[in-house]
Each structure stands twice: as structure tokens, then as C-alpha cells.
């Protein structure tokens, strides 16, 4: 949160102060602007100091005072901002609201100032221990340089082991460590010295020994190397003694968690090999009670990709969410007979949670070592044992619940050696994590939600619903199928419910309503499994995952709203290489990439349109709320505008508002425009059935384009507004009935916009567009837009609109919608011209019954759809379409698909929606089996009316 808050507040400086031209006239002088800078540039060094643990917790105390400093901070300059905003008409009061204003600012900026010093005093600290851990990784490579690879002295191999791994404690003790007390800070300088000290005393004995070889002193420098080793380890067990007190007193004095949480539990002097330490892994799979239902195709998947392909090692990831199923899969495949036969070795390990890089090696490898019962020799390596278990073996290994690409980094390197149609399968939530142990993406396995026929036979399993089969359980059958409705699919969730509900020995009834009710707003599931998956996520990802509690549970949300309220809320870090919303784009992958939000539909290019947010993980975002005061709202958005209306609240206060979306304009929205400067997005949208009934256009003030912010307005089809006057260089997207006659300033003052939306209607007043009433509405000089990438026009009945003989659409167009636009043959060949054209939607668009597709037209063209009342004649040469994949017609009366589409390599479907003609699906198949013959295609779907009806 403190990076957020800190990232936020940046965002009011810059947009209030520190543009061009500022808003604000108590600024314009340079005494005031300078102290401003440099106030941003103090919140800037606050970021760069918490960058710097951006893979560890900071300072708590100190990371909650940046936090609590920004948010009261902001708070206080959009007060006194709104103060004097709302004052300016006022002159008397004015010169005071502007003292209070400069008054905020200068103390908020001698506090960053004072908060700045002190993370400096911790900046020194961190530069010291990443000094001190970097001494004990080079005193490691020399130890293992002087002893193991290129000995100069004989020394016990299990020594050597034992002393590496105490020393790696002691680095994980800097690595993990917040210093507060004075005692952590004490070891950490007296590490600090002994790392120093011991690097320079092995570089220089063991020098001195391996240069006197064939000399006299030889055998004494030996032995002084030796006993110098000796010093070192047990330097390194007196270091790790006093960790392990600290960290026993720390616990009794109930301060804070000790520094190393796994220390209690390792010798500080020799590895002991004799046997587990904690049944984290073992031979054999866990035990579970549950029973895995349906996965069947999962189960199969996997055997075919375990038993496929000899000669090289496979990784093959589990992705799911938590609670989906991925170790009871695993464990499935694990113990099913072929794969027990299949395997001459065969490892379960589940990785800990209280992560020790040299611990989890040493049980992974001792649990190799056990499973194939091999004798455990002195002097030799856990490595070297492990090399003998499996070498010339085919082995199976499962890695359940990986987390975290330095797991793989840490472990990955004992297997490569071993390849022979071995095998690992692993489980993760983590996208990354599977990408990174496995580059194949043909490997991955994503896990799915149960459907409601599979949830429902999970829970049956469980519960025993053969005792309330009786006519009097009817409405109690009713409630069970309710609950097993709001686990939406997520296994974990039906089996816990199930199984409470089956225990439950008096009034089942009751105990049903509250289990339907507290999954509804609470949830069943472990709650510090999933704070342990929150505290996980970066600042930056928190408040984003948090703010998806706005939308209803079990709703699909909208990526475009999503990020655009992300952008409105300050969560989005600005760069000068990225845009805002692709910037949001990438913190909504990686929350997908967690398995924290899921994807419910995408675009013809893969980009993800809609998500959603699982009920368990909703819970989590439902149980923080952030308030803010009413005047210093950002989003203004999801509330009904008679609502508005209605309830006294003085909108014109709003001055802060970036974000506002209303389902229809009234007058009191007038001032909310026209004098907020920070304003980015504006909607006001209808219901689409409204724009069919004839309703008039509103035209909306021209004041609306006054925020310098605005990056997307979309008015649909029931408003306009005159074009600015000025150029808008943030606007990105727009949606409105336009103007009878584009002009070539109508676009120049859109130099950056990427997506236009122009609703063509017949009832604009000539007042309000510059000149006569008319039908006609001439569509030019569209190759202004340089930079658009999607253009939709839907044109009305009875308006006309006709496109100039050489007209030329924007050169980087990738998706274009027509609707009604009556497009001429030498139209449709000026579009199949466009070379970056991937997408293109018609709908009662043609001026005639044939259509002609030219040759080599639409050469990049990926998706194309159809729907016309008037088309009957398709016709295309062999070369035009060459990188169609989906076509999708609703048309009438067509009689037939291009049979030149049979050579197209690229088509993967061809979906018929209310195509009356039967030719046509003879034309379809036709085009199937000329697909087949030629390439060999497969998954080849013909689809009519949603059904497949073939298939190869």
C-alpha cells in the first residue's frame, strides 16, 4: 500500500502542478514551482527506496509511516485544492484558502524530506548486508573450489556439506531479516566481519598451500589451512547459536517472528542423513480422503505425455487456482498401476512453505536416496548418492506446489543429468513458474472449474444423499443443489462443504442455511491459505486485487472498465515507454498469471475482453474498504442516473473526479464537466434497444473537452457534442454521433485516438452541426487518423452515407465494423486493400446481391463476419483471404462459401448462424474435406447455430 499511496500521490502533484500550464495561478511563480519539484523528487527516492525490496518485506514500522504519510498527505492537498477551487469565485476568501494550500504543501514536503533521511540511514543498511551476503557466497565458491572441486587438502566430504550449509544459513538469516532490534543489527555487523575476515584468510592459506606443494613448508601450511577451516566452521556455529537464541528470545517476548523460522529445526554442524524430518516428502504420495471426480480427460492428458517421447527429461506443469484439485490429480497419475509400471524410480515431494533453500536439497535428495533404499556412505555428497540412485534409470518425480521460479532455479540443477524418458511433473499456481521450468507450452497442463453435472457427483460422493430421497426432501434437495451452485466448480470448496454438512448429527436443515450463507459472505476455505496469497502479492498488485471487490460477486467484468478504473484510481504507475492502460493490462496478467483472477472470454487476438473473480477469492477483496470523503471521489461510476438526480449531493464539488459513467445526462452533470480538469473517462450510455426507438440525440455542451486528461469519451448513440476546437493529444478512444461532414479538422485534433465509434443519424438539428438538416452524410478524409487501430460505423435507417471516390482508410487499421453503410464494389476493394486489416465485421452492408473478393484482397485478414439480409452471391479468387482462420455468416439468402476457401491453410472454422440455404452447409463440408485432402487438417469445425454438426 505505501508504494500505491506514494504512486497516487505523485499523480495529484503532476496533474495539479506540475504541467505546462498549471490550474492553479498561485503557482505560476518559480519560488512556488522549484519546492514543488523537489518534493516530487523526494516521493520519487521514497519509491526507489522501497524498489529496493521489492522481493522481501520492508521495514514495516517504516514502510506503515510512508504509507500513512502519503495518504493523509494527498487527503489534505485535495481538501484544501477543493477549498480553494470552490472559493474562486469568491475573492475575499481566495487569498486565505490559497495560504492554506501553500501551507500543506510546504509542511508535506519538509515530512518526505524527513521520512527520506530516514530510509536513507536504511539504504546504508541494505548496501551493507547485500556486501556482507555477496562476502559469503564467494567464501562459499572458495570452500567449494579449495575443497571439493580442486582439493588442495583431503577434507571429509560430509563436512564440507555441512559447513556450506551453515554458512548459506547464515546468508538466508541476511537475506530474510527486517533489522529493528539491536541485537539483530549486532549479528548482522558481526556476520559482516566474519565473512570479510574468513574470505581472506582461505584465498590466502589456500594459495600459500597449493604454491608450496613440493616444499618443505607444505605439510605445516596444511595443517594451518586446515585449522583455519576449522576456526571458520566453528565461527559459523557460534553465529548460528546466537541467531537461534535471538530468535528464541524473540519468540518468548512475543516481538516479532524469528529471523530464520526453519532454524530451530537444522544442526548447526553436521548433515545428518538417516531419514526425513517432517514427512514433507516421502516415497509415496500423501494420503488423501478425497476421491478425485471427472478429470478423466486430465488423467489421460498427462499418462499420454508421460508415456510419449523418449530420450529427453519433460516437465510437465499442474496450473491451477488454489483449491481446484492440481495435488489430487497428481496424486492420481502417481499412483495409477500403468505409471507405477512405467517408472523404475518413482518421488513425491511437496515443497514447504517455510522456504530453506539447503534444507529442501537435502530432503529432496534424501528422500531420493530413501526410496530406492541406498546405503548412505561417508564422504560421500547427498549429490553423488542421488547420481548413483538415478543414473541410467527412468524415473518420475512430482514436485507439488512450486511457487516461485527460485524453487525451480535451486532444485532444477540435480536433474539434469538424468534424462532418459524421465519425467517430472510439478503443481502450481503460478503461471511463471510453470513457463520457466517448462518452455513448451504444448506441456502445460491449466486446470479447470468442475461443470455443475461434475460438482454435483463430487458432493454426492461425499454426502449421502440416498438417505433424502423421500418426496418430504424436496425443497432440502433444492438447498443442497444451491450450495453446491455457489462453490462455482472449485473442488476444495464442494468436498469441505460436503462433508461439514454430512457430519452435522442434529437439525441438518439449519446447518445447510448457515453453510449457504457463509459461503455466500464469508467463505469455508482456510482464511490464512488465502492471506498467504495476498501478503504474497507486490504493493503495487494489492490494491488492484482489493479494488475488484466493487464488482459484484460472480459478475464477469469488463477489461476495458477495469483498467480504466485502475488508471482513474492512481494505482497505475506512469513510464514514459508505456501507456497507462497497458501498463494496467500487465498488473491484470499477472493477477491472472497467479491464478488470482480468471478469464472468462478474449478477443479474436488472444487479448482478454472479460474476467472474473472465483466467490472464494471475492471474499477477500469484500472484507477491505477503503472510505474516502465525498468531494475528493475519483470514480463516480455503476450508480443509476435518476439516482443522482434524486439525492441531494452537490456534484459540482466533485473538482477530483477522473472517472464518471452514467446511463443518461441531466443538467447537474453540466458543471461536473466542465470544470473538473482532472477528468479521463466520461460515458454516458443508454441501453442499446433505446437508439432503435427513435429516441432524439442529446447534444451534450461543448465544455466536456475542456479536461486536458481525457482519454475516452463514448457518448454511444443517443448524444453528441460539437467537435473541440482545440487538439486533445490524450484522447484514445471515442464513441458518438458525429458530424454530417468530416472534415480534415474534425481529425487533426485527434492526432493519438485508437478507437472511433461513429453513430450516423438523420435527426441532428442544423444548429447544432454547422450546417442543413440532411440524410447524406459524407464519410472523408478518414487517413487523418493515423494512429487508429479500430473503426466502427453503424449508420442508421434512412441515413446515407457514401464514401468519396478515393477515399483512403487510416494506414494502422486492424479491426473495422460496418453497419449499414451500403458499400459500393470499389469500397469493399479500397478495404480489402488495407494491409494491417485482421478484423472485419459487416452487417447489411452491401449495395448489392454479389460480392466480388479481388485478387490478393485481404491479405492479413484473420476474422471475418457477415450478417446480411440482401447478400446471395459469394465469390472470391484463390489468393484473396490467404490468413482467414474464422468466418463467421448470418446471412439469409447466400447460397454457397467461396470454394476457394478449401485452399486456405489458415482456417481453423466456419460457424453458419441462421443461413436458411442447405447449399451452404453442403459448401461447408465441401471446404472441410478440400482442407483435409490438401493439408491434413485437423480440429476443423463446421458450427451451425452454436451446434457442431462437423468436426475432423
Known amino acids: 500500500m505505501a508504494y500505491v499511496a506514494l504512486t497516487s500521490l505523485m499523480a495529484t502533484l503532476e496533474l495539479q502542478f506540475l504541467q505546462p500550464n498549471p490550474r492553479l495561478s498561485l503557482l505560476h511563480d518559480d519560488d512556488e514551482e522549484a519546492p514543488i519539484k523537489s518534493f516530487f523528487q523526494n516521493l520519487s527516492s521514497l519509491q526507489e527506496f522501497l524498489d529496493i525490496f521489492q522481493f522481501r518485506s520492508a521495514p514495516r514500522d517504516l514502510e506503515t509511516k510512508i504509507r500513512d504519510f502519503a495518504l493523509e498527505t494527498e487527503d489534505n492537498i485535495e481538501i484544501q485544492l477543493s477549498n480553494f477551487l ?236 488454489l483449491g481446484i484439485g492440481k495435488t489430487t490429480l497428481a496424486r492420481t497419475i502417481f499412483e495409477d498401476q500403468l505409471v507405477q509400471l512405467h517408472f523404475d524410480v518413482k518421488i513425491w515431494f511437496t515443497m514447504p512453505r517455510k522456504y530453506n533453500k539447503i534444507q529442501i536439497l537435502r530432503d529432496l535428495l534424501r528422500s531420493i536416496a530413501l526410496a530406492e533404499q541406498h546405503e548412505v556412505k561417508e564422504g560421500r555428497t547427498l549429490v553423488e548418492m542421488m547420481e548413483e540412485c538415478l543414473i541410467d534409470r527412468r524415473y518420475l518425480i512430482v514436485l507439488d506446489d512450486i511457487w516461485s521460479t527460485q524453487h525451480w532455479d535451486d532444485i532444477k540443477y540435480v536433474f539434469h543429468r538424468y534424462v532418459e524418458g524421465s519425467r517430472i511433473l510439478l503443481t502450481t499456481r503460478f503461471n511463471d513458474v510453470a513457463d520457466y521450468a517448462c518452455t513448451l507450452k504444448g506441456n502445460h497442463h491449466v486446470m479447470s472449474l468442475l461443470d455443475p453435472n461434475e460438482s454435483w457427483e463430487l458432493f454426492c460422493n461425499i454426502f449421502p444423499l440416498e438417505r433424502y430421497r423421500a418426496p418430504r426432501f424436496e425443497s432440502f434437495r433444492s438447498h443442497l443443489s444451491n450450495v453446491v451452485e455457489k462453490c462455482e466448480g472449485l473442488p476444495q470448496v464442494i468436498v469441505t462443504a460436503a462433508k461439514r454438512i454430512s457430519e452435522c448429527k442434529n437439525n441438518i436443515q439449519h446447518e445447510l442455511k448457515k453453510m449457504e450463507k457463509e459461503i455466500e459472505l464469508l467463505g469455508i476455505l482456510d482464511y490464512s491459505a488465502l492471506a498467504l496469497i495476498y501478503n504474497q502479492l507486490p504493493e503495487y498488485l494489492k490494491v488492484c486485487f482489493l479494488y475488484l471487490g466493487i464488482f459484484p460477486k460472480r459478475s464477469e467484468i469488463q477489461v476495458k472498465t477495469l483498467l480504466r478504473l485502475w488508471v482513474a484510481e492512481g494505482f497505475v504507475k506512469p513510464s514514459r515507454n508505456k501507456g497507462l492502460e497497458k501498463i494496467a493490462y500487465c498488473y491484470l496478467k499477472d493477477l491472472i498469471d497467479r491464478s488470482l483472477v480468471l478469464i472468462s472470454s478474449r478477443t479474436f487476438d488472444g487479448k482478454i475482453k472479460t474476467c472474473k473473480v472465483h466467490s472464494v477469492m471475492h471474499n477477500i477483496c469484500e472484507n477491505s474498504e477503503i472510505l474516502v470523503p465525498f468531494k475528493l471521489l475519483r470514480v463516480l461510476a455503476f450508480v443509476p442516473s435518476p439516482f443522482l438526480q434524486r439525492v441531494p449531493m452537490h456534484l459540482e464539488n466533485l473538482v477530483f473526479l477522473r472517472y464518471l459513467s452514467v446511463t443518461q445526462w441531466f ?91 461513429i453513430f450516423c443519424k438523420e435527426n441532428l438539428e442544423s444548429s447544432h452541426i454547422g450546417g442543413s438538416s440532411s440524410k447524406h452524410i459524407i464519410l472523408d478524409n478518414l487517413d487523418y487518423l493515423a494512429r487508429l487501430k479500430s473503426l466502427t460505423i453503424s449508420v442508421s435507417v434512412g441515413c446515407i452515407i457514401t464514401f468519396p471516390e478515393r477515399c483512403a482508410f487510416p494506414p494502422q487499421l486492424k479491426k473495422l465494423s460496418l453497419s449499414g453503410t451500403n458499400l459500393s464494389g470499389w469500397d469493399l476493394t479500397v478495404i480489402g486493400s488495407l494491409k494491417r486489416l485482421e478484423v472485419l465485421k459487416m452487417e447489411n452492408a452491401f449495395q448489392e446481391e454479389v460480392w466480388r473478393a479481388v485478387e490478393g484482397g485481404f491479405y492479413g485478414l484473420k476474422y471475418l463476419v457477415l450478417k446480411d439480409k440482401k447478400l446471395k452471391r459469394f465469390e472470391a479468387y484463390t489468393d484473396a483471404f490467404p490468413c482467414l482462420e474464422h468466418l463467421v455468416l448470418r446471412c439469409y439468402y447466400l447460397e454457397e462459401i467461396p470454394s476457394s476457401f478449401g485452399e486456405i491453410f489458415c482456417l481453423k472454422s466456419i460457424e453458419l448462424d441462421r443461413c436458411s440455404r442447405p447449399s451452404i452447409v453442403t459448401s461447408a463440408k465441401d471446404i472441410q474435406e478440400k482442407l483435409n485432402k490438401n493439408f491434413g487438417k485437423e480440429n476443423f469445425e463446421v458450427r451451425s447455430s452454436g451446434l457442431i454438426i462437423l468436426c475432423y
Open 86 to 321: 470552490l472559493l474562486s469565485k469568491h475573492t475575499p476568501h481566495q487569498e486565505e484558502a490559497s495560504q492554506k494550500l501553500c501551507q500543506t504543501l510546504r509542511e508535506a514536503s519538509q515530512n518526505a524530506a524527513e521520512l527520506l533521511n530516514i530510509t536513507n540511514i536504511e539504504k546504508d543498511g541494505e548496501t551493507q548486508r547485500k556486501i556482507t551476503c555477496d562476502a559469503l557466497t564467494s567464501l562459499i565458491r572458495e570452500i567449494r573450489v579449495d575443497f571439493v572441486v580442486h582439493p588442495v587438502i583431503h577434507i571429509p566430504a560430509s563436512m564440507i556439506e555441512s559447513l556450506i550449509e551453515n554458512i548459506s544459513s547464515l546468508r538466508e538469516f541476511l537475506e530474510i531479516s527486517n533489522f529493528h532490534g539491536a541485537a539483530v543489527k549486532d549479528l548482522a555487523t558481526k556476520i559482516r566481519d566474519f565473512a570479510f575476515k574468513a574470505k581472506e584468510d582461505m584465498e590466502k592459506q589456500s594459495w600459500e598451500v597449493r604454491y608450496s606443494r613440493f616444499t618443505d613448508k607444505h605439510k605445516k601450511l596444511s595443517k594451518k589451512l586446515l585449522k583455519a577451516l576449522q576456526q571458520v566452521a566453528e565461527n559459523t556455529g557460534e553465529l548460528l547459536d546466537r541467531i537461534r537464541n535471538t530468535s528464541n528470545k524473540a519468540d518468548e517476548a512475543n516481538e516479532t517472528r524469528p529471523p530464520i523460522p526453519w532454524l530451530n529445526h537444522n544442526s548447526s554442524q553436521s548433515v545428518n542423513i538417516k531419514g526425513g524430518d517432517n514427512g514433507s516428502s516421502s516415497r509415496c504420495s500423501p494420503r488423501f480422503e478425497d476421491r478425485m471426480v471427472g478429470r478423466q480427460n486430465d488423467v489421460t492428458t498427462i499418462k499420454d505425455q508421460l508415456f510419449s517421447g523418449f530420450g529427453g527429461l519433460k516437465v510437465i506443469p499442474i496450473i491451477g487456482m
Open 667 to 757: 443538467e447537474g452533470l453540466n458543471d461536473v464537466v466542465s470544470t473538473n480538469l482532472n477528468l479521463q473517462t466520461l460515458v454516458v450510455c443508454g441501453s442499446d434497444s433505446e437508439s432503435q426507438l427513435g429516441v432524439p440525440t442529446l447534444h451534450l455542451p461543448s465544455t466536456i473537452w475542456e479536461s486536458p486528461q481525457l482519454r475516452h469519451i463514448e457518448l454511444g448513440a443517443l448524444h453528441t457534442v460539437d467537435p473541440p476546437s482545440v487538439v486533445k493529444k490524450n484522447l484514445q478512444t471515442l464513441s458518438w454521433v458525429g458530424p454530417t461532414h468530416y472534415r480534415k479538422g474534425v481529425y487533426s485534433n485527434f492526432p493519438n485516438i485508437k478507437k472511433l465509434k
